[in-house]
Every structure is written in structure tokens, then in C-alpha cells.
């Protein structure tokens, strides 16, 4: 009982910290702000904080995965973490849809160039998450420096996609395409991998 409410917690983390990353770059997205990446980056960097000693503030299936790849999360405990996110960015895109009455759809090129950049931009992300997992920085700066990897991550994405770096912000925001699935998938993969390669963890 005590492993499955341990689990529960993890899972309500996850769910709750996707639907707010999701929702806040919905919105965003929906009120044409230029700020939209510097929102991302705060409310990931927030969650580190918040819900990082609970689940360890994933929030993305890029990042699960990626973790998954250098073994710091179970296979099971990984899917478990990629259905709460997906459920939480499901979530966010209903009340988008039921507060404005439409449904976001932003457009989506489906060209090898966009998974390319969405590649890239979560290499950089999880890069960045696991330097941080496997202790290479300081507790206190963990969120400033996985905040400050997404943002670099939509910076540089952005130039050629969306620059979402996220399957589940991905179905929320109505980019969801080949592309921006295996994409991020692949660079979170490539990001975990070399993290440890360069750390020697």
C-alpha cells in the first residue's frame, strides 16, 4: 500500500505539472505572445522545486525516455510517468477548448527538418536534465539550469518548427505529427546518453 501511494504521488505530480506546462503554453500560444519559450522555461524551472522531490519534475515523455535510455527510471515506472503526462496535456487542451470554445490548432509542417529541430532543441533540454540527475550541479541551481536548457532548447528548435521539444505540450497545442513525436524522443535519447558519456556517470 505504502509503494502504490508512493507511485500515486509521482503519477498526480506528473499529470498536475504537464497540465500546467501545457496550459500555460496553450494560452500563450493562443494569445499570440512572443513570450511563449521564457513562459515554458519559468513554469519547468518552477516545477524542479515543487515537484522535483516528488517525481523528479519530468513533465515530458522526451525526458522519461531519455532517462529510461541511462536506466534512472524503470521501464514500468516510465510508462507510468508518460501516461500521467499525456493525461495532463489531454486535460489542459479540454479546458482550452471549453474556455474559447475552439480548439487550438497551430500548424505543423510535417518535413524531415522540423523532427531534426525538435531533435536538437531536446538533446539540449535533457542534456541539461541529466547533468543535473546525475549530480554534476548544485541542487539550488537545478531548476535555473534545466529551465535555462529548455529555453535555450525552443530557442534554437524555433528557427525551423514549433519549437516545442514535448510530445504531450505537442497534442495540447495541436502540433501533434510524426515529427514531433519521434523527434524529441530521439534527441532525449541522445541528450541522456551523452550526458553520461561527458560526466562518466
Known amino acids: 500500500m505504502s509503494a502504490l501511494l508512493t507511485w500515486s504521488r509521482k503519477d498526480a505530480a506528473e499529470a498536475l505539472g504537464t497540465f500546467v506546462l501545457a496550459l500555460a503554453v496553450a494560452l500563450s500560444i493562443a494569445a499570440e505572445s512572443s513570450i511563449t519559450p521564457l513562459i515554458a522555461a519559468i513554469t519547468v524551472g518552477l516545477f524542479v522545486y515543487t515537484i522535483g522531490p516528488i517525481s523528479g519534475c519530468h513533465l515530458n515523455p522526451a525526458v522519461t525516455v531519455g532517462l529510461l535510455s541511462v536506466r534512472k527510471i524503470d521501464p514500468q515506472s516510465a ?5 500521467a503526462q499525456c493525461a495532463g496535456a489531454l486535460v489542459a487542451l479540454l479546458l482550452v477548448w ?3 470554445g475552439m480548439r487550438l490548432v497551430t500548424p505543423a509542417d510535417s ?3 522540423v523532427g531534426l529541430a525538435e531533435m536538437l532543441g531536446a538533446f539540449i533540454l535533457v542534456f541539461g536534465i541529466t547533468a543535473v540527475v546525475l549530480g554534476g550541479i548544485h541542487a539550488a541551481a537545478s531548476g535555473l539550469v534545466i529551465g535555462g ?3 535555450l532548447g525552443i530557442l534554437l528548435a524555433g528557427h525551423w518548427s514549433n519549437g516545442l521539444l514535448n510530445p504531450s505540450v505537442a497534442l495540447a497545442v495541436g502540433s501533434l505529427n510524426v515529427f514531433y513525436v519521434l523527434g524529441p524522443l530521439i534527441g532525449g535519447i541522445l541528450g541522456a546518453q551523452c550526458a553520461v558519456w561527458l560526466l562518466k556517470k
Do not use: D, E
Open 111 to 113: 518535413v524531415p527538418m
Open 79 to 83: 510508462l507510468r510517468y508518460i501516461i
Open 149 to 151: 536548457s529548455l529555453l
Open 98 to 100: 471549453a474556455a474559447t
